[in-house]
């Protein structure tokens, strides 16, 4: 029996350096999930961090666009404000007797608070008398031929220019100086 103990014993021992390699096939397999895993990890963070960016863009985009989108529609109100500002400014200049004295008054405040209202929204009143002509922002109306100014200074203001933000809401209707004979003059003709 000890030589069947012996044979039975001998495969066992054997048997044993089987486990020995499945452990090692065991630690490769798990080895190789966990640098998947780690890898598939990676990959979610990054993509984790791109959308991050991404939102983050989006919502900038998106202020930039309202804010925008306010000025555009600010802008829109104050232009349909400018004629009632020349509104006023001709009723003011109209009645200048004395009966009309108390009317003027109350004009002449209601006048400067529309003004004031303007300006904070940002809304600037150009009087461009005695400035070189810009046609960005001067609309000519009339030229007056003189030698007392230099060519494209503006002589006369007949409506005045208002910018908001940059941008002119209406350009200033001027009179500007040319030199008679001069070559302003002869490309106008």
């Not at 000890?2 to 090692?24: L, R, T």
């Not at 991050?52 to 232009?79: L, P």
């Not at 600037?124 to 000519?140: K, S, Y």
């Amino acid at each position: 029996m000890s030589e069947q103990e012996i044979k039975i014993n001998v495969p066992n021992d054997e048997g044993s350096g089987q486990p020995e390699d499945s452990q090692s096939t065991d630690s490769a397999r798990e080895e190789s999930q966990v640098k998947k895993l780690s890898a598939d990890l990676a990959d979610l963070q990054q993509t984790l961090l791109r959308r991050q960016a991404d939102f983050e863009n989006y919502r900038k985009r998106i202020e930039k666009e309202r804010a925008e989108d306010s000025k555009r529609a600010t802008a829109r109100v104050v232009e349909s404000l400018i004629p009632i500002v020349d509104g006023f400014e001709h009723a003011l200049a109209a009645h200048k007797e004395d009966e009309y004295a108390s009317y003027r008054k109350g004009f002449e405040l209601i006048y400067k608070q529309l003004l004031d209202n303007l300006a904070k929204l940002g809304v600037e009143r150009v009087e461009p008398l005695g400035a070189p002509f810009d046609p960005h922002m001067h609309q000519a109306m009339d030229r007056a031929e003189t030698t007392e100014h230099p060519d494209g200074t503006i002589l006369e203001v007949f409506q005045p220019a208002y910018v908001y933000n940059g941008r002119v809401l209406r350009p200033a209707l001027v009179r500007v100086a040319v030199h008679p004979g001069g070559a302003s003059n002869k490309a106008v003709n």
